[in-house]
């Protein structure tokens, strides 16, 4: 059996490992504030800046939200 088989494992250096494990924890944690910043950016412009004319509709079901689609027509053409 070749002499490497049969040293023993030697851990890695627990405090040294416990760094890397922080460091990679809060590059997690940036990335996720990063993806969750983008929508948020989104939500602004198209709130603020798009130039989307808010329509107000009404009936049973409507939401706020549907306030943004743009208008329909009430009569649609018939299929040809």
């Known amino acids: 059996m070749p002499d490497n088989l049969k040293t023993r ?3 890695a250096n627990p405090e040294s490992l416990a ?3 922080s460091r990679l924890g809060w590059i997690g944690f940036w990335i996720q504030f990063a993806l969750l910043a983008i929508p948020i950016v ?3 412009y198209v709130l603020f800046f798009s130039g989307i004319v808010w329509v107000a509709r009404s ?3 409507t939401l706020p ?3 943004a689609l743009p208008p329909t027509r009430s009569n649609p053409a018939p299929p040809s």
């Open 9 to 11: 494992w030697q851990p």
């Open 19 to 21: 760094q890397q494990f």
């Open 42 to 44: 989104l939500l602004v």
């Open 59 to 61: 009936g049973p079901g």
């Open 65 to 67: 939200v549907a306030n």
